[in-house]
């Protein structure tokens, strides 16, 4: 998360939030976000019922949930989704923010 933390000005600067789920308890991720001083919200999923929401997979021989990127619009429609194939499969900033610059692209394209 802390390369999340290094470009978010980048990531609000295109009018794009940043959302972490996490799988712990609320009091741990309310710790971790306060600790790390991270500037975007981390919403607590210890049911698992938004990682299920988005499908994100679950894999015990690579311990546990597999990370997952899921870019929504303002409609909250999924317009672009990495599903990891390993823990380390984590899309950089700059690819994520590539994908971020032609999703709006699009969208201006199409609301002229």
């Given at each position: 998360?802390?390369?999340?933390?290094?470009?978010?000005?980048?990531?609000?600067?295109?009018?794009?939030?940043?959302?972490?789920?996490?799988?712990?308890?609320?009091?741990d991720?309310?710790?971790?976000?306060?600790?790390?001083?991270?500037?975007?919200?981390?919403?607590?999923?210890?049911?698992?019922?938004?990682?299920?929401?988005?499908?994100?997979?679950?894999?015990?021989?690579?311990?546990?949930?597999?990370?997952?990127?899921?870019?929504?619009?303002?409609?909250?429609?999924?317009?672009?989704?990495?599903?990891a194939?390993?823990?380390?499969?984590?899309?950089?900033?700059?690819?994520?923010?590539?994908?971020?610059d032609?999703?709006?692209?699009?969208?201006?394209?199409?609301?002229?």
């Amino acid at each position: 998360m802390a390369q999340l933390r290094q470009d978010y000005a980048q990531f609000t600067a295109r009018n794009t939030e940043i959302l972490v789920i996490c799988p712990e308890e609320l009091a741990d991720v309310q710790a971790y976000w306060q600790r790390e001083s991270l500037p975007f919200p981390g919403l607590a999923d210890p049911s698992h019922a938004v990682a299920d929401r988005y499908g994100q997979e679950v894999n015990l021989l690579k311990l546990g949930r597999v990370p997952e990127l899921v870019i929504l619009d303002r409609d909250g429609v999924v317009r672009y989704q990495h599903n990891a194939a390993w823990m380390n499969d984590i899309p950089t900033n700059r690819a994520v923010l590539g994908i971020v610059d032609s999703l709006n692209a699009e969208g201006a394209a199409q609301n002229p």
